[in-house]
């Protein structure tokens, strides 16, 4: 069996690739400043209740889904005993419907 050259194995469509580079941006922006194994629940409520000043709260719950993913594939690695979100509250889906309703809570 041959192995093909990581060019062809990885190959990804421009628009995932632009989905990828645009997470990791969003990732790195705030927790990238951390190692992986220093990032706590404390940490990550700071950067929740951060981008809740900035963002609506469905586009936080965008960037807290990817986040959690990135941290979930390192305990799958082991470079983590556990996932800090699962100590984090995501933010409050009613308010999420309200905003996009355009009702007041």
């Known amino acids: 069996m041959v192995a093909k050259p990581d060019s062809e194995r990885h190959q990804v469509r421009t628009s995932t690739l632009d989905s990828y ?3 990791a941006s969003n990732l790195s922006d705030d927790i990238g400043t951390h190692r992986v ?3 706590g629940p404390e940490t ?3 950067w929740q209740s951060k981008l809740l000043d900035k ?3 469905y586009t ?3 960037r807290r ?3 959690r993913q990135a941290f979930t ?3 799958m690695f082991g470079l983590i005993p556990a996932n800090p979100f699962d100590l984090v509250t995501a933010p409050n889906q009613t308010v999420v419907l309200t905003k996009l309703l355009g009702r007041s809570a």
């Open 21 to 23: 580079r645009k997470f």
């Open 55 to 57: 963002y609506a709260p």
């Open 65 to 67: 889904k990817g986040s």
């Open 37 to 39: 194994v220093d990032v």
């Open 44 to 46: 990550l409520t700071q």
């Open 60 to 62: 936080v719950l965008n």
């Open 73 to 75: 594939e390192a305990v």
